[in-house]
């Protein structure tokens, strides 16, 4: 029959000497090998005080983005969990009351919005379906738990802060083109959104 791989190796069932039957050689020869990794360069580092560059554009950890007024930016619509091939979102919407302008960007939000970090991949397809720009990954880790549950993230978890310093920075997930699309405010995906005007907007329709 002919051979898949040259990787093959004969093995022979041959009578072992008496130094081989001490098994000292062999011992010695495990130590030598022990021994000489005690000088090499450590490939392992004290993870968590110590840690590894990473990407700018790391997948880690998710964010629920907020607009520049500290609306969140989700509307619940969906498109990320449909996007998941691990099927790892969920959410329940809600309906914005009124008066909760400044809570919700948009009359539909995500009363509930859970991510389940084991199923997750972080493949980053959710932040390429999203609409809203509500989602991206950031280069945060995941930190270990103990509890399977507590792998199931929240929106206490997910939604970045109003104040600016709980802010999250996502500017180095795009790229200049978009960066630079995103400036030009004659496109109405750039418009800082106005409720008033939007209520107008659909009175007069
Ligand atoms: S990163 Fe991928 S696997 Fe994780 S929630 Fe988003 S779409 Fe799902
Ligand atoms: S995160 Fe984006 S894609 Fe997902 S439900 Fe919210 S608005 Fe839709």
């Not at 969906?78 to 809600?94: K, Q, R, S, Y």
């Not at 991510?115 to 720009?133: D, H, S, V």
């Not at 993230?153 to 699309?181: C, H, M, T, W």
């Amino acid at each position: 029959m002919q051979a898949l791989t040259n990787r093959s190796k004969m093995v022979v069932n041959k009578e072992m000497s008496f130094i081989e039957k001490l098994y000292l050689p062999a011992i010695m020869n495990g130590m030598r090998i022990t021994f000489s990794h005690f000088f090499r360069k450590k490939v392992t580092i004290n993870y968590p005080e110590k840690k590894r560059p990473i990407s700018e554009v790391f997948r880690g950890q998710h964010v629920l983005k907020r607009d520049e007024k500290g609306a969140e930016r989700c509307t619940a619509c969906g498109l990320c969990a449909v996007a998941c091939p691990a099927e790892a979102i969920t959410m329940t919407a809600a309906e914005r009351k009124k008066g909760e302008e400044n809570l919700y960007r948009e009359e539909k939000y995500a009363a509930v919005y859970e991510i389940n970090m084991l199923r997750c991949i972080f493949c980053g397809l959710c932040e390429e379906a999203c609409p809203k720009e509500a989602i991206f990954l950031t280069d945060r880790i995941v930190p270990t738990e103990f509890e399977r549950g507590d792998f199931v993230y929240g929106k206490n978890k997910l939604v970045e802060g109003v104040e600016p310093a709980k802010r999250i920075d996502v500017s180095k997930r795009q790229s200049a083109a978009v960066l630079e699309f995103k400036k030009n405010p004659e496109y109405a995906h750039n418009q800082v959104w106005d409720p008033n005007k939007s209520l107008k907007k659909k009175a007069h329709h």
